[in-house]
């Protein structure tokens, strides 16, 4: 048996670097750091599958397919070589089935490499059952924009290393938090759910924490996916697939419970300022140069009319303050914060003006855009600092 398949050198490249993403760096089985490449005779189509076990992607694209076939290819040496193969032009894959030996030629010269059956080559999760979903890749992007910047990075803390993401008839929510920070955004979802028996009322919620890894990438497949197509999702037994046009993305979801976020946030504020946001941005950007010496504390000072001392003192290397414009109707009051956590809060607000609203220097403040179309929070603990 002989696979033989020619394709472009383009196409073939990009669905690797795509696929790739998925394959484990430390795989705990050979096969695990190869790529499944599977060629169909009859609809002249070649997909291409990363797995790790938790995230897998799968490609397909258009080739002239001789003969049907399917093997395991090394990721690494596979994306190296067909990345320095002359651009736009024709690579035929000849396979020879029973000594797994992979010739790769090119209009110049060619390679042989050898693979590993692809029998060995772990399925993809299929969920059969379950919840399936229709979401509006933009209302998806925008909620996950909006969060994702917030999730931990610490795996020992397994839950908020995650987004975590309600979808219900009307709209999705998104929320991330590290215990620091926490972001959350509400937008409306056009695209309805389709199986209207499995969501029972209006009430009724999936609620789902997926891995930032695996968002990363989803977040590649959503935005490549036209605004017009609704993007499917399949959720069952804590593992989820997205399905677009000619890409499937599956990830193992973080299991438990997480934190109930709402009721961290207060419901009222005693005190409320203004800043326009791209005004405070540059401050705090000037600011963090001496605040990232050393604790990344930036505080703002409110006591001059229409002006805030926003400063950041770094012992022993220097200081660094400066005044923005800001409005508010109270007499005085003192805040301090990390000042990278101010900025990436600040950055995915799209609003002209940014509304900060505290009580206490020693309670959680949020920060709201003034034209708050998606319902975007963003909860940021103060930082205390010892006058």
């Known amino acids: 048996m002989q696979m033989e398949i020619i394709c472009n050198q383009n196409e073939f ?214 605004s017009e197509n609704s993007i499917k999702l399949f959720y069952d037994k804590g593992q989820l697939v997205f399905i677009s046009s000619n890409q499937i993305i599956t990830t193992r979801t973080l299991e438990g419970s997480y934190p109930n976020y709402s009721q961290l946030v207060p419901d009222t504020f005693s005190k409320l300022f203004i800043f326009d946001r791209k005004q405070l941005i540059e401050a705090l950007e000037r600011i963090a140069v001496l605040a990232d010496q050393q604790s990344s504390v930036v505080k703002i000072k409110l006591d001059k009319k229409e002006l805030a001392l926003v400063s950041a003192d770094a012992q022993d290397i220097g200081s660094a303050n400066e005044l923005v414009p800001v409005s508010f109707d109270f007499d005085k009051f003192d805040i301090a914060f990390n000042v990278r956590y101010l900025l990436e809060g600040l950055k995915v607000i799209s609003s002209k003006n940014v509304i900060f609203k505290c009580n206490q220097p020693t309670t959680p403040a949020v920060l709201v855009p003034e034209d708050n179309v998606d319902s975007f929070t963003y909860l940021v603990m103060p930082v205390q600092v010892r006058s």
Do not use: C, M, W
Not at 126 to 137: K, M
Not at 197 to 225: A, M
């Open 13 to 226: 490249n990009y669905a690797i670097q795509l696929v790739s993403k998925a394959v484990a760096t430390r795989p705990t089985h050979p096969i695990l750091a190869n790529l499944l490449l599977t060629a169909d005779q009859g609809t002249n189509k070649v997909s291409l599958t990363g797995f790790d076990l938790n995230l897998g992607i799968q490609t397909s694209f258009d080739a002239t397919v001789n003969k049907s076939g399917a093997i395991t290819i090394p990721s690494k040496l596979l994306s190296e070589i067909v990345n320095k193969l002359p651009s736009e032009t024709p690579v035929a894959i000849d396979v020879d089935e029973s000594s797994d030996n992979i010739s790769i030629k090119s209009d110049r010269g060619s390679f042989n490499l050898k693979g590993i059956p692809s029998e060995d080559f772990p399925n993809l999760p299929f969920v059969e059952s379950g919840t399936s979903l229709d979401i509006n890749p933009s209302s998806f992007l925008k909620a996950l924009k909006l969060t994702i910047f917030a999730s931990s990075s610490d795996e020992s803390k397994q839950l908020l290393t995650g987004v975590n993401f309600t979808f219900n008839l009307k709209n999705l929510e998104s929320a991330a938090t590290d215990g620091h920070r926490l972001a959350i955004v509400l937008v409306g979802n056009k695209e309805n759910i389709e199986d209207k028996e499995e969501f029972l009322s209006e009430e009724d919620n999936l609620s789902v924490t997926i891995p930032t890894r695996s968002l990363r990438e989803i977040e590649k497949l959503v935005s490549l996916s036209s």
